[in-house]
Each structure stands twice: as C-alpha cells, then as structure tokens.
C-alpha cells in the first residue's frame, strides 16, 4: 500500500488559493488518489479523485504531475467554512476483499478573517 | 434523510457493558465499513463487509464484532467495553470503488 505524507497543519486567510501537496512516493501503477473534509464531530466527505494531471470539480482542483509521486489539492478562494482537516489516500479502486485504505493524520488547516 | 445513519449519536457506557452501535443506509451499496477516529488521528477501519455473506477484519478488530443483518444494515459491538474504546466511531458504505465512500454522522463514545 501506498504511504502517504502530508503537512500536520496549515492556515491561510479568507478569499486565499491553498495548496495542500500529499507525497506519495510508492504509488503503484493501478492506484489513485483521493481527498476527504472532515469537519469537526462530522464525517469525512469525498472532495476530489484523480489519476494523473488535473482534475476540477466544482469544490476543488488536483493537480497531479507526470511522475505522480506527489499530488496537490487546491482550494480556490476559501472562506472561513473551508477549515477542516483535509485526508490525502492512494489506492487501486479494487474488488479484492484484502484491501483496506489506509488513513493519515491529514492536514488541519485553518482559515483566518 | 441522511444516506448513511448511525445510532445513537452519542453514548456513555459503562467499563465491561456491551454495546452496540447501528448503521443503516440509503445508498444501495454493497460494501459497509466500521471505523474508528481518537482525537488528532486519521480513521482506522475496524470491519469491513463487501456483502451480507462477507465479513472482514480490519486493522483494529480485537474487541468488537459485527453484524451484517441486510444489504442496508451494519451493526458494531463491543462485547465488553473499556476505556480505551472511548472513541469516534464512523460507519461508511461504498460502491466498487472503496475511494469513493460516504460516512455517517459518527457515533461518540465514552466508557468510564
């Protein structure tokens, strides 16, 4: 399995592009990668899924370059709604009953006025 | 109406009680996880059922149990809890793709 390695924390200011870069240097051909929200005493939520170069959605952007051995989450123009803890998993999409995704500790990050 | 529900939302219980915390969703998905959040930590998935007939143990199984009653339904136990159990229990479901699950409200739990 895929380890993955993100900053603990990170804070920005309102109206703000974060970027929050996930190392995950062992991804295996077949993986790809994934980013979760989670909001405090809430569960996480799906935000963005990608394999190679970019992706966009209408929450957030990946940017996932050639070797993908990092990828990068950008949120544009966050609010102070945005602070949460953002969960970086690399993974096959797979059928096999043995595989178990692994969590990180994520990224708290923190939106300041 | 939320698509996955945990029951209770919030539960104290006794060192050595049993327990059981529910699941039950509205997605139609297959796959149901069992997982386990401490404060500051990532989740850490305890079962995991691919089916009603499927059951799976994850990292942290020692000390709790599952149910797959149906297609909707999957219950946690712990048989006799303890403090170290004091936790946020999260149920999630899934399609083919385990990347791509969705979770319930959580269950807090606190054993004295």
């Known amino acids: 399995l895929a380890k993955t390695t993100q900053p603990i924390s990170m804070d920005s200011y309102e109206g703000q592009e974060v970027n929050i870069t996930c190392s995950h240097n062992?991804?295996?051909?077949?993986?790809?990668i994934t980013w979760y929200q989670q909001f405090p005493s809430q569960g996480p939520r799906f935000i963005i899924q990608g394999y190679k170069t970019k992706v966009t959605n209408e929450v957030a952007s990946l940017f996932i370059p050639a070797d993908r051995k990092s990828s990068t989450l950008s949120l544009p123009r966050v609010s102070l709604s945005d602070t949460a803890v953002y969960y970086c998993?690399?993974?096959?999409?797979?059928?096999?009953?043995?595989?178990?995704?692994?969590w990180g500790a994520g990224t708290k990050l923190i939106i300041k006025p | 109406d939320a698509d996955v529900t945990q029951t209770p939302r919030n539960r104290i219980t006794k060192t050595g009680k049993r327990i059981m915390l529910e699941c039950s969703q509205t997605k139609g998905h297959d796959r149901m996880y069992w997982y386990r959040q401490d404060p500051g930590l990532g989740l850490r998935l305890i079962y995991y059922s691919f089916d009603v007939k499927d059951i799976n143990k994850g990292e942290i199984s020692d000390g709790y149990s599952v149910s797959r009653q149906a297609q909707a339904k999957f219950s946690l136990s712990l048989e006799s809890a303890i403090p170290n159990q004091t936790a946020l229990y999260f149920c999630?479901?899934?399609?083919?793709?385990?990347?791509?699950?969705?979770f319930g409200q959580g269950t807090r739990l606190t054993v004295v």
């Open positions: 998993l690399v993974g096959p999409q797979t059928q096999d009953s043995n595989y178990q995704l692994i």
């Open positions: 062992n991804i295996a051909t077949n993986d790809y």
């Open positions: 999630a479901t899934s399609d083919r793709d385990p990347h791509r699950a969705f």
